[in-house]
C-alpha cells in the first residue's frame, strides 16, 4: 500500500517548529529585554534620578537649608556617573542664590543638558527651593 512514512515526518516538522515558536513568544513575554540594553540613560536621565535619590526622606532639603554645599557635592559625585560633569545652582523661592560656593566637579564639557528640580525642607518652617543642575560629558 502506501507509505504514511514521509507524511508523518512532514507534521513532525510542523510540529517542532509551532513548540519552537511558542517558545520563543512566551520566553519574550516572560524574560522582556532590559531597558538599559534597548535605549541608553541621557544626561538628563542622570540628573533626575541623581536629584531624587539624594532627596531621599527629605535629605537634600536638610543639607540646602544648613548650606551644607560640600556634602551636595560629594554625594553628586557618588551617584553620577564619573565622566559626567556638572555644576548645581540653588535657588530660594524668590529666585535668589543660596549656595556662596560652587557645586561642581569640573568644567561642563560638550552637550550640556539642565535639570530643574523642586525640594523643600522638612522643617517646623517649610522651605521650598529650586535647583538648576548642568550637566556635560567630560572632554
Given at each position: 500500500?502506501?507509505?504514511?512514512?514521509?507524511?508523518?515526518?512532514?507534521?513532525?516538522?510542523f510540529?517542532?517548529?509551532?513548540?519552537?515558536?511558542?517558545?520563543?513568544?512566551?520566553?519574550?513575554?516572560?524574560?522582556p529585554?532590559?531597558?538599559?540594553?534597548?535605549?541608553?540613560?541621557s544626561?538628563?536621565d542622570?540628573?533626575?534620578?541623581?536629584?531624587?535619590?539624594?532627596?531621599?526622606n527629605?535629605?537634600?532639603?536638610?543639607?540646602?537649608?544648613?548650606?551644607?554645599?560640600?556634602?551636595?557635592?560629594?554625594?553628586?559625585?557618588?551617584?553620577?556617573?564619573?565622566?559626567?560633569?556638572f555644576?548645581?545652582?540653588?535657588y530660594?523661592?524668590?529666585?535668589?542664590?543660596?549656595?556662596?560656593?560652587?557645586?561642581?566637579?569640573?568644567?561642563?564639557?560638550?552637550?550640556?543638558?539642565?535639570?530643574?528640580?523642586?525640594?523643600?525642607?522638612?522643617n517646623?518652617?517649610?522651605?521650598?527651593?529650586?535647583?538648576?543642575?548642568?550637566?556635560?560629558?567630560?572632554?
Amino acid at each position: 500500500m502506501f507509505d504514511n512514512r514521509g507524511q508523518i515526518n512532514i507534521i513532525e516538522a510542523f510540529l517542532a517548529i509551532a513548540i519552537i515558536f511558542s517558545a520563543v513568544v512566551i520566553s519574550s513575554v516572560i524574560f522582556p529585554s532590559s531597558p538599559d540594553l534597548v535605549k541608553p540613560k541621557s544626561l538628563a536621565d542622570f540628573g533626575q534620578e541623581a536629584l531624587i535619590k539624594l532627596d531621599t526622606n527629605g535629605e537634600l532639603g536638610k543639607l540646602i537649608a544648613y548650606g551644607n554645599w560640600t556634602a551636595i557635592k560629594q554625594s553628586l559625585d557618588i551617584l553620577l556617573p564619573i565622566d559626567v560633569s556638572f555644576n548645581l545652582t540653588v535657588y530660594d523661592e524668590d529666585l535668589n542664590k543660596l549656595n556662596s560656593q560652587a557645586i561642581q566637579n569640573t568644567n561642563l564639557g560638550h552637550e550640556v543638558v539642565l535639570v530643574d528640580y523642586v525640594c523643600a525642607s522638612q522643617n517646623t518652617t517649610v522651605q521650598f527651593f529650586i535647583l538648576r543642575l548642568q550637566l556635560g560629558w567630560s572632554n
